[in-house]
């Protein structure tokens, strides 16, 4: 991700703290629904934390909960959700949206 669009997504996602958002997430043919109460985010660099080899990833923390394929809202195993940034692109940005794609996935934040 280039520094401008981390700025962007970082800008978006400060004016939603403190807020429920939802996370949608495509790939392949499988749709991932994630709802968080946005508490706080941060943007880790590849190689930072314990695990090196993980990727940079956006991480959002904050209470949350996952459609299951019964249309149930399950809680989350933990308070955080990452969203890796390799390779990932902002492809559209408005006040209610913001839209990202990488090679793998598509991702749609909204606020609820």
């Known amino acids: 991700m280039m520094e401008q669009?981390?700025?962007q997504v970082t800008q978006w996602l400060n004016t939603h703290l403190d807020q429920p958002i939802i996370v949608k997430k495509e790939e392949d043919d499988?749709?991932?629904q994630?709802?968080?109460q946005l508490s706080q985010f941060e943007f880790r660099q590849t190689g930072e934390g314990s695990d090196p080899?993980?990727?940079s990833s956006i991480i959002l923390q904050g209470k949350g909960s996952t459609l299951n394929s019964n249309g149930e809202l399950v809680s989350l195993p933990q308070?955080?959700?990452?969203?890796t940034t390799t390779d990932l692109k902002i492809i559209n940005l408005v006040s209610e949206e913001i839209e990202l794609h990488s090679a793998r996935a598509k991702y749609t934040i909204s606020s609820e």
């Open 5 to 7: 669009e981390i700025t």
């Open 30 to 32: 499988d749709i991932d």
């Open 34 to 36: 994630i709802h968080i």
């Open 53 to 55: 080899y993980l990727d």
């Open 79 to 83: 308070d955080t959700y990452d969203i």
